[in-house]
Protein backbone atom coordinates (compact mmCIF):
# COMPACT_ATOMS: atom_id res chain seq x y z
CA UNK A 1 0.00 0.00 0.00
CA UNK A 2 1.29 3.56 -0.91
CA UNK A 3 2.48 5.82 1.93
CA UNK A 4 1.26 9.40 1.83
CA UNK A 5 2.68 12.26 3.05
CA UNK A 6 -0.62 12.69 5.42
CA UNK A 7 0.43 9.62 7.19
CA UNK A 8 3.72 11.11 8.45
CA UNK A 9 3.46 13.78 11.33
CA UNK A 10 0.04 11.81 12.79
CA UNK A 11 2.03 9.01 12.83
CA UNK A 12 4.98 10.63 15.26
CA UNK A 13 2.08 11.87 16.70
CA UNK A 14 1.07 8.15 17.79
CA UNK A 15 4.49 6.76 18.05
CA UNK A 16 5.34 9.01 20.73
CA UNK A 17 2.20 8.48 22.99
CA UNK A 18 -0.16 11.00 21.49
CA UNK A 19 -4.11 10.46 21.17
CA UNK A 20 -6.67 12.40 18.66
CA UNK A 21 -9.59 13.90 19.85
CA UNK A 22 -11.46 12.91 16.79
CA UNK A 23 -12.73 9.37 16.69
CA UNK A 24 -12.17 9.53 12.88
CA UNK A 25 -8.38 9.46 13.32
CA UNK A 26 -6.58 6.04 12.94
CA UNK A 27 -3.26 7.76 14.08
CA UNK A 28 -2.11 3.86 14.69
CA UNK A 29 -2.30 3.06 11.30
CA UNK A 30 -0.13 6.18 10.25
CA UNK A 31 2.83 4.98 12.29
CA UNK A 32 3.02 1.79 11.19
CA UNK A 33 2.47 2.50 7.47
CA UNK A 34 5.52 4.71 8.10
CA UNK A 35 7.26 2.58 9.89
CA UNK A 36 7.54 4.64 13.16
CA UNK A 37 8.35 2.72 16.38
CA UNK A 38 7.46 3.78 19.37
CA UNK A 39 9.35 6.70 21.28
CA UNK A 40 9.89 9.21 24.22
CA UNK A 41 9.89 11.52 21.87
CA UNK A 42 10.50 12.65 18.64
CA UNK A 43 11.43 15.51 16.10
CA UNK A 44 10.18 15.15 12.48
CA UNK A 45 12.53 16.99 9.72
CA UNK A 46 10.55 18.71 7.14
CA UNK A 47 12.85 19.74 3.95
CA UNK A 48 11.04 21.86 1.24
CA UNK A 49 11.73 20.60 -1.92
CA UNK A 50 13.80 17.60 -0.79
CA UNK A 51 12.69 15.07 -3.71
CA UNK A 52 13.70 11.29 -3.76
CA UNK A 53 14.74 11.48 -7.27
CA UNK A 54 17.21 14.34 -6.43
CA UNK A 55 18.81 12.20 -3.66
CA UNK A 56 19.36 9.65 -5.58
CA UNK A 57 21.07 11.71 -8.11
CA UNK A 58 23.18 13.54 -5.77
CA UNK A 59 23.36 10.41 -3.14
CA UNK A 60 27.46 10.90 -3.79
CA UNK A 61 27.27 14.07 -1.78
CA UNK A 62 24.81 12.93 1.58
CA UNK A 63 26.97 10.41 3.51
CA UNK A 64 24.83 11.12 5.98
CA UNK A 65 21.23 10.81 4.46
CA UNK A 66 21.97 7.97 2.07
CA UNK A 67 22.43 5.19 4.79
CA UNK A 68 18.40 5.89 5.29
CA UNK A 69 17.48 6.52 1.72
CA UNK A 70 15.24 3.21 1.30
CA UNK A 71 11.33 4.24 2.36
CA UNK A 72 9.78 6.71 -0.27
CA UNK A 73 6.29 8.23 0.18
CA UNK A 74 3.92 10.21 -2.26
CA UNK A 75 2.74 13.79 -1.96
CA UNK A 76 -0.04 15.34 -2.54
CA UNK A 77 -1.23 16.63 -5.66
CA UNK A 78 -0.74 19.49 -6.75
CA UNK A 79 2.40 18.64 -5.65
CA UNK A 80 3.65 22.06 -4.06
CA UNK A 81 4.10 23.61 -0.49
CA UNK A 82 0.67 24.85 0.38
CA UNK A 83 -0.70 21.71 -0.36
CA UNK A 84 1.87 19.01 1.06
CA UNK A 85 2.15 20.60 4.43
CA UNK A 86 -1.59 21.64 4.91
CA UNK A 87 -1.81 17.68 4.18
CA UNK A 88 1.37 16.95 6.42
CA UNK A 89 -0.02 19.24 9.38
CA UNK A 90 -3.47 17.84 9.23
CA UNK A 91 -3.93 14.66 8.00
CA UNK A 92 -6.02 15.76 5.47
CA UNK A 93 -5.83 15.51 1.57
CA UNK A 94 -6.46 19.11 -0.13
CA UNK A 95 -9.58 17.58 -1.68
CA UNK A 96 -10.59 18.38 1.85
CA UNK A 97 -8.48 21.12 3.43
CA UNK A 98 -9.12 23.34 -0.07
CA UNK A 99 -5.37 24.17 0.17
CA UNK A 100 -4.78 22.96 -3.86
CA UNK A 101 -2.39 25.01 -5.20
CA UNK A 102 0.30 27.90 -4.84
CA UNK A 103 -2.82 30.15 -6.06
CA UNK A 104 -6.81 29.19 -6.20
CA UNK A 105 -10.07 30.68 -6.91
CA UNK A 106 -11.88 32.46 -4.29
CA UNK A 107 -15.27 32.28 -5.60
CA UNK A 108 -16.98 34.37 -2.94
CA UNK A 109 -14.51 37.37 -3.45
CA UNK A 110 -13.68 37.22 -7.12
CA UNK A 111 -9.78 37.04 -6.85
CA UNK A 112 -6.76 34.67 -6.63
CA UNK A 113 -5.70 33.76 -3.39
CA UNK A 114 -2.43 33.03 -2.58
CA UNK A 115 -2.21 30.40 -0.46
CA UNK A 116 1.10 30.84 1.27
CA UNK A 117 0.56 34.20 2.43
CA UNK A 118 -3.20 34.28 2.01
CA UNK A 119 -2.59 37.63 0.14
CA UNK A 120 -5.77 38.41 -2.41
CA UNK A 121 -4.27 38.48 -5.99
CA UNK A 122 -5.53 40.30 -8.51
CA UNK A 123 -9.31 40.32 -9.77
CA UNK A 124 -10.62 37.42 -11.49
CA UNK A 125 -14.14 38.72 -11.88
CA UNK A 126 -16.10 42.07 -10.39
CA UNK A 127 -19.21 41.45 -7.91
CA UNK A 128 -22.47 42.20 -8.65
CA UNK A 129 -22.43 46.08 -7.97
CA UNK A 130 -19.60 46.08 -10.79
CA UNK A 131 -16.80 46.18 -7.56
CA UNK A 132 -13.70 43.27 -6.69
CA UNK A 133 -13.54 42.76 -2.98
CA UNK A 134 -10.38 42.47 -2.41
CA UNK A 135 -10.58 41.22 1.75
CA UNK A 136 -8.68 37.92 1.77
CA UNK A 137 -10.28 35.00 3.13
CA UNK A 138 -9.25 33.81 7.04
CA UNK A 139 -6.74 30.81 6.62
CA UNK A 140 -9.45 29.49 9.90
CA UNK A 141 -12.15 29.80 7.70
CA UNK A 142 -10.21 28.82 4.48
CA UNK A 143 -9.13 25.49 5.62
CA UNK A 144 -11.43 25.10 9.09
CA UNK A 145 -10.09 21.23 10.11
CA UNK A 146 -8.17 21.04 12.98
CA UNK A 147 -5.03 20.50 12.38
CA UNK A 148 -3.13 17.05 13.98
CA UNK A 149 -1.62 19.58 16.66
CA UNK A 150 -4.82 20.95 17.48
CA UNK A 151 -6.43 17.34 17.88
CA UNK A 152 -3.91 15.98 19.93
CA UNK A 153 -4.14 16.73 24.24
CA UNK A 154 -1.63 18.42 26.07
CA UNK A 155 -0.69 20.47 22.45
CA UNK A 156 1.51 22.26 24.52
CA UNK A 157 4.41 19.81 24.21
CA UNK A 158 4.17 19.67 20.50
CA UNK A 159 6.66 22.68 18.96
CA UNK A 160 7.31 23.71 15.85
CA UNK A 161 11.04 25.80 14.72
CA UNK A 162 10.98 27.74 11.79
CA UNK A 163 11.94 31.21 10.45
CA UNK A 164 10.49 34.08 12.50
CA UNK A 165 8.64 35.66 9.29
CA UNK A 166 6.16 32.49 9.21
CA UNK A 167 4.42 34.03 12.39
CA UNK A 168 0.98 34.64 11.51
CA UNK A 169 1.20 33.73 8.43
CA UNK A 170 -1.89 32.05 6.08
CA UNK A 171 -0.18 29.09 5.60
CA UNK A 172 0.75 28.75 9.24
CA UNK A 173 -2.81 29.79 10.73
CA UNK A 174 -4.21 27.47 8.05
CA UNK A 175 -1.82 23.98 8.87
CA UNK A 176 -0.49 24.85 12.11
CA UNK A 177 -2.81 26.65 14.26
CA UNK A 178 -2.28 24.50 17.90
CA UNK A 179 1.03 24.10 17.58
CA UNK A 180 3.78 26.12 20.03
CA UNK A 181 6.51 27.96 17.63
CA UNK A 182 9.85 28.61 18.32
CA UNK A 183 11.68 30.38 15.77
CA UNK A 184 15.55 30.36 14.58
CA UNK A 185 17.80 31.55 12.20
CA UNK A 186 19.71 29.41 10.06
CA UNK A 187 19.73 25.39 9.69
CA UNK A 188 22.57 25.31 12.89
CA UNK A 189 20.63 27.61 14.80
CA UNK A 190 17.84 25.35 13.95
CA UNK A 191 19.17 22.16 14.98
CA UNK A 192 20.47 23.76 18.35
CA UNK A 193 16.54 24.99 19.07
CA UNK A 194 15.33 21.99 18.15
CA UNK A 195 17.89 19.58 20.86
CA UNK A 196 17.12 22.55 23.43
CA UNK A 197 13.29 22.11 22.72
CA UNK A 198 13.68 18.28 23.68
CA UNK A 199 15.97 18.98 26.28
CA UNK A 200 12.97 20.94 28.18
CA UNK A 201 9.56 19.62 27.89
CA UNK A 202 8.89 18.77 24.11
CA UNK A 203 7.49 15.14 22.81
CA UNK A 204 7.10 16.01 19.21
CA UNK A 205 9.43 19.09 17.84
CA UNK A 206 8.60 19.69 13.75
CA UNK A 207 11.62 21.45 12.38
CA UNK A 208 11.47 23.23 8.72
CA UNK A 209 14.03 24.29 6.60
CA UNK A 210 13.16 26.15 3.30
CA UNK A 211 16.97 27.35 1.79
CA UNK A 212 17.06 23.54 -0.71
CA UNK A 213 13.91 24.69 -2.47
CA UNK A 214 14.83 28.49 -2.87
CA UNK A 215 18.15 27.16 -4.24
CA UNK A 216 15.97 25.15 -6.77
CA UNK A 217 13.54 27.78 -7.98
CA UNK A 218 16.76 30.47 -8.18
CA UNK A 219 19.37 27.93 -9.68
CA UNK A 220 17.36 24.47 -10.55
CA UNK A 221 18.29 21.72 -8.54
CA UNK A 222 21.39 20.53 -11.16
CA UNK A 223 22.60 23.44 -10.33
CA UNK A 224 26.31 24.31 -8.44
CA UNK A 225 23.97 26.49 -5.49
CA UNK A 226 21.69 23.34 -5.06
CA UNK A 227 24.47 20.80 -4.03
CA UNK A 228 26.04 23.00 -2.05
CA UNK A 229 22.88 23.51 -0.03
CA UNK A 230 21.71 19.45 0.12
CA UNK A 231 25.64 18.98 1.49
CA UNK A 232 24.78 21.76 4.03
CA UNK A 233 21.19 19.45 4.83
CA UNK A 234 23.25 16.43 5.41
CA UNK A 235 25.83 17.99 7.66
CA UNK A 236 23.39 19.64 9.97
CA UNK A 237 21.07 16.57 9.77
CA UNK A 238 24.03 14.32 11.33
CA UNK A 239 24.60 16.69 13.85
CA UNK A 240 21.09 16.34 14.96
CA UNK A 241 21.15 12.65 15.02
CA UNK A 242 24.37 12.45 17.14
CA UNK A 243 23.39 14.71 19.72
CA UNK A 244 19.55 13.44 20.62
CA UNK A 245 18.23 12.09 23.52
CA UNK A 246 18.39 8.69 24.15
CA UNK A 247 14.87 7.28 23.17
CA UNK A 248 14.21 9.75 20.53
CA UNK A 249 12.66 8.89 17.16
CA UNK A 250 13.96 11.18 14.56
CA UNK A 251 11.90 10.98 11.23
CA UNK A 252 13.31 13.28 7.78
CA UNK A 253 11.13 13.68 4.95
CA UNK A 254 10.32 16.44 2.39
CA UNK A 255 6.85 18.17 0.81
CA UNK A 256 7.40 17.78 -2.87
CA UNK A 257 10.69 17.27 -5.14
CA UNK A 258 11.22 19.38 -8.16
CA UNK A 259 12.03 19.55 -12.06
CA UNK A 260 14.15 22.01 -13.54
CA UNK A 261 11.91 23.74 -16.63
CA UNK A 262 13.94 24.64 -19.89
CA UNK A 263 10.47 25.00 -22.46
CA UNK A 264 7.19 27.24 -21.58
CA UNK A 265 4.14 27.58 -23.05
CA UNK A 266 1.39 30.21 -22.09
CA UNK A 267 -2.20 29.92 -22.03
CA UNK A 268 -2.47 33.47 -22.94
CA UNK A 269 -1.70 32.27 -26.57
CA UNK A 270 -4.46 29.80 -27.13
CA UNK A 271 -7.16 31.42 -28.79
CA UNK A 272 -9.90 30.14 -26.80
CA UNK A 273 -8.53 31.60 -23.63
CA UNK A 274 -9.62 34.83 -23.69
CA UNK A 275 -12.48 34.50 -21.33
CA UNK A 276 -11.33 32.03 -18.93
CA UNK A 277 -9.53 32.37 -15.72
CA UNK A 278 -6.52 30.07 -14.25
CA UNK A 279 -4.80 29.48 -11.29
CA UNK A 280 -2.01 27.52 -9.39
CA UNK A 281 1.32 27.55 -10.97
CA UNK A 282 3.24 26.18 -14.21
CA UNK A 283 3.47 22.61 -13.33
CA UNK A 284 -0.56 22.64 -12.46
CA UNK A 285 -2.56 25.01 -13.72
CA UNK A 286 -6.47 25.11 -12.67
CA UNK A 287 -8.34 26.39 -15.47
CA UNK A 288 -11.66 27.68 -14.98
CA UNK A 289 -14.44 28.06 -17.92
CA UNK A 290 -17.66 30.42 -18.32
CA UNK A 291 -20.98 28.33 -17.68
CA UNK A 292 -22.08 29.38 -20.58
CA UNK A 293 -19.76 27.49 -22.80
CA UNK A 294 -19.60 23.12 -23.11
CA UNK A 295 -16.89 21.93 -20.65
CA UNK A 296 -16.28 19.10 -22.70
CA UNK A 297 -15.57 20.78 -25.79
CA UNK A 298 -13.44 23.34 -24.26
CA UNK A 299 -11.40 20.79 -22.48
CA UNK A 300 -10.59 18.67 -25.37
CA UNK A 301 -9.93 21.97 -27.23
CA UNK A 302 -7.31 22.71 -24.91
CA UNK A 303 -6.14 18.87 -24.42
CA UNK A 304 -5.17 19.20 -28.33
CA UNK A 305 -3.38 22.48 -27.82
CA UNK A 306 -1.17 21.29 -25.20
CA UNK A 307 -0.93 18.17 -26.38
CA UNK A 308 2.95 15.85 -25.40
CA UNK A 309 3.25 18.55 -22.98
CA UNK A 310 1.16 17.92 -20.63
CA UNK A 311 -1.93 16.58 -19.23
CA UNK A 312 -5.83 18.14 -19.20
CA UNK A 313 -7.37 16.20 -15.72
CA UNK A 314 -10.93 16.59 -15.87
CA UNK A 315 -12.65 16.90 -12.55
CA UNK A 316 -13.21 13.12 -12.21
CA UNK A 317 -9.38 12.65 -12.10
CA UNK A 318 -8.66 15.46 -10.11
CA UNK A 319 -11.24 14.01 -7.15
CA UNK A 320 -9.00 11.18 -7.30
CA UNK A 321 -5.75 11.97 -7.20
CA UNK A 322 -7.13 14.96 -4.20
CA UNK A 323 -8.41 12.60 -1.94
CA UNK A 324 -12.38 13.56 -2.72
CA UNK A 325 -13.50 17.21 -3.48
CA UNK A 326 -15.73 18.26 -0.11
CA UNK A 327 -18.68 19.48 -2.84
CA UNK A 328 -18.66 22.59 -0.71
CA UNK A 329 -15.87 23.88 -1.88
CA UNK A 330 -15.60 22.54 -5.10
CA UNK A 331 -16.05 25.89 -6.99
CA UNK A 332 -12.24 26.46 -5.54
CA UNK A 333 -11.20 23.97 -7.71
CA UNK A 334 -10.30 24.13 -12.01
CA UNK A 335 -13.18 22.92 -14.22
CA UNK A 336 -9.65 20.91 -15.64
CA UNK A 337 -5.81 21.29 -14.45
CA UNK A 338 -2.99 20.64 -17.16
CA UNK A 339 -0.47 19.00 -15.20
CA UNK A 340 2.73 19.65 -17.22
CA UNK A 341 5.12 16.72 -18.75
CA UNK A 342 9.17 16.28 -18.52
CA UNK A 343 10.33 19.78 -18.26
CA UNK A 344 7.85 22.00 -19.42
CA UNK A 345 5.91 25.24 -17.92
CA UNK A 346 2.39 26.10 -18.69
CA UNK A 347 1.97 29.82 -17.87
CA UNK A 348 -0.40 32.44 -17.72
CA UNK A 349 1.10 35.64 -18.26
CA UNK A 350 -1.94 37.47 -17.59
CA UNK A 351 -1.49 37.07 -14.17
CA UNK A 352 1.71 35.60 -13.33
CA UNK A 353 4.90 37.77 -12.59
CA UNK A 354 7.55 37.89 -14.88
CA UNK A 355 9.60 36.28 -11.92
CA UNK A 356 6.74 33.62 -11.38
CA UNK A 357 7.53 32.58 -15.59
CA UNK A 358 11.16 32.49 -14.89
CA UNK A 359 11.76 29.94 -11.81
CA UNK A 360 14.01 27.35 -13.30
CA UNK A 361 13.47 24.77 -10.71
CA UNK A 362 9.70 24.28 -10.41
CA UNK A 363 6.36 21.55 -8.78
CA UNK A 364 3.09 20.79 -8.86
CA UNK A 365 2.38 18.10 -11.22
CA UNK A 366 2.24 14.57 -11.48
CA UNK A 367 5.71 13.49 -12.12
CA UNK A 368 7.70 10.63 -9.81
CA UNK A 369 10.56 13.58 -9.38
CA UNK A 370 7.73 15.72 -7.98
CA UNK A 371 5.72 13.74 -6.28
CA UNK A 372 8.04 10.46 -4.72
CA UNK A 373 9.74 12.13 -1.29
CA UNK A 374 11.70 10.15 0.51
CA UNK A 375 11.21 9.12 4.21
CA UNK A 376 14.16 8.30 6.70
CA UNK A 377 13.78 7.24 9.91
CA UNK A 378 16.59 6.52 12.79
CA UNK A 379 15.11 4.97 16.27
CA UNK A 380 18.01 6.66 18.73
Not at 304 to 310: D, L
Request: with cysteine.
Amino acid sequence: MTLHIDALFAGAAHAVGFTSNDPADNWQHAALAAGLPEAKRAVVVLIDGMGFAQLEHYRGHIPFLRRYLHTTALTTFPSTTACAITSFATGYPPGKTGMAGFTLKDPHRGHRLQLLSFLAGDSMRPNAHGRVQTTPADPRCWQPHPPIAARCEHQGRICSVGPAKFAGTGLTLAAWRGIRQVFAGDLSERVECALQQLRTDATLVYLYWEALDHAGHKFGWNSPQWVAEVENVDRQLARLASRLPAETLLVITADHGMVDITNRIDLADFPGAAQWESAGEERALHVYFPADIDHDEAAADLAAWVGERGQVIGRDEMDRLMGGIDPAIAARFGDVMIAAHDQWGISDRRWMSAAQRSLIGAHGSISAAERTIPVMVLAN
